[in-house]
C-alpha cells in the first residue's frame, strides 16, 4: 500500500505546502500574508512551519525591510519533491485498482 508522508498528511501543513507549491521555484511569501490566505492563527502556523521547517522542507528567511522585520516562507527543493511525491500517492490511492469493479 502506498505511504503518505505524515509531515504533509497533517491537514494544515497540507494547506502551507500546497500553497507554497503554487508559487513558481525560489519564488517566496511574506508569513503574514501565508497566515492570511490560510486563515490560521500566527502561533498555529508558526507551528506547523516548524514541523515544515525540521523536515526540510520550507525555509523561512528573517529581514528588514527599511526598519520593519519581515519574514519569508518558501518551498525548499526536497519539500517541493516531497509535496510532488505525496500528490502522485494521493492519486495511486484514489485511483481505481485493476479487477475492482465500482459498486460492488
Same mark, same amino acid.
Given at each position: 500500500?502506498?505511504? #503518505?508522508? *505524515? &509531515?504533509?498528511?497533517?491537514?494544515?501543513?497540507? !494547506? &502551507?505546502?500546497?500553497?507554497?507549491?503554487? =508559487?513558481?521555484?525560489?519564488?517566496?511569501?511574506? +508569513?503574514?500574508? #501565508?497566515?492570511?490566505?490560510?486563515?490560521?492563527?500566527?502561533?498555529? =502556523?508558526?507551528?506547523?512551519? !516548524?514541523?515544515?521547517?525540521?523536515?526540510? %522542507?520550507?525555509?523561512?528567511?528573517?529581514?528588514?525591510?527599511?526598519?520593519? *522585520? &519581515?519574514? %519569508?516562507?518558501? =518551498?525548499?527543493?526536497?519539500?517541493?519533491?516531497? +509535496?510532488?511525491? %505525496?500528490?502522485?500517492?494521493?492519486?495511486?490511492? =484514489?485511483? *481505481?485498482? *485493476?479487477?475492482?469493479? &465500482?459498486?460492488?
Amino acid at each position: 500500500m502506498t505511504e #503518505l508522508d *505524515p &509531515v504533509i498528511h497533517a491537514q494544515a501543513r497540507l !494547506r &502551507v505546502t500546497a500553497s507554497l507549491a503554487a =508559487l513558481s521555484d525560489g519564488d517566496r511569501m511574506t +508569513f503574514p500574508r #501565508l497566515q492570511e490566505l490560510l486563515a490560521m492563527t500566527a502561533g498555529n =502556523l508558526s507551528t506547523h512551519l !516548524r514541523k515544515l521547517e525540521d523536515a526540510g %522542507y520550507v525555509a523561512i528567511t528573517k529581514t528588514h525591510q527599511r526598519r520593519t *522585520p &519581515v519574514t %519569508y516562507v518558501e =518551498l525548499t527543493r526536497a519539500g517541493r519533491r516531497a +509535496f510532488e511525491d %505525496y500528490t502522485a500517492a494521493l492519486r495511486t490511492l =484514489l485511483a *481505481p485498482q *485493476p479487477g475492482t469493479e &465500482v459498486g460492488s
